[in-house]
């Protein structure tokens, strides 16, 4: 990680307004339309659900606000961030998993399968509270839900790490949506680095034909 340039950043006076709040982080639900996604996943034999966070991260990282971090009161930026996942286990209990960022969807598919398969061996509860190039991610796959919150505590929140979430895929006129919640902090990102994160994904979704 590098030191971020605060002072000349353009945000800096919405950095100095939202960095002493209490709770200073917001969150944004919405749905992404996944029916190109879905089948394209059916068609090459991959894992819709780490699809779906390959896509996230992908396109996470096309955005600078997404890879800043608060640390000892300073600013840095990472070159790229990574992605842990809950896992949900055979006992309906969670653990995490964690995911580099690969160029592909087929090679976070090969190693998110297998990161998962050696986790099963294990079943470890390993939180790594001590990564910040990190986006914190979770599926709950039996809500379609239009609205979250998400826990935090103490150092961990003020680091502002950005927690995503995906929900229960549904269909609504034949086309097959998933319900995306992104809770950031205010410090660092606004609503607009959110909604170009959405447009970010949907775009490659629907040109996922062409790869």
Known sequence: ????????????????????????FFNITSTIEVT???NYCKKHNLSFSLACIYVAI???NEIQ???LRIFNDEVYLFNTVDIGSTILNDDNTFSFCYFKNKSSIFEFNTQGKEVIENHKKGNIFEPKEDLLA???CSTIPWISFTGIK?????????????KIIFG???EENNIKKIPFSVE???????????????????NFINKLSEI
């Open 58 to 60: 992908k396109c996470i």
């Open 134 to 136: 990190i986006i914190h």
């Open 36 to 38: 190109n996604l879905y």
């Open 1 to 24: 990680m590098e030191k971020f340039d605060i002072e000349n950043w353009i945000r800096k006076p919405q950095y100095d307004f939202f960095k002493t709040y209490e709770d200073p």
């Open 168 to 170: 229960k895929v549904f």
């Open 184 to 202: 950031a902090h205010h410090a660092l990102l606004d609503g607009f680095h959110v909604a170009l994160l959405f447009k970010k994904m949907q």
């Open 150 to 162: 998400n826990a935090r505590k103490g150092d961990e929140a003020k680091h502002g790490i950005p």
């Open 65 to 67: 606000e997404f890879k």
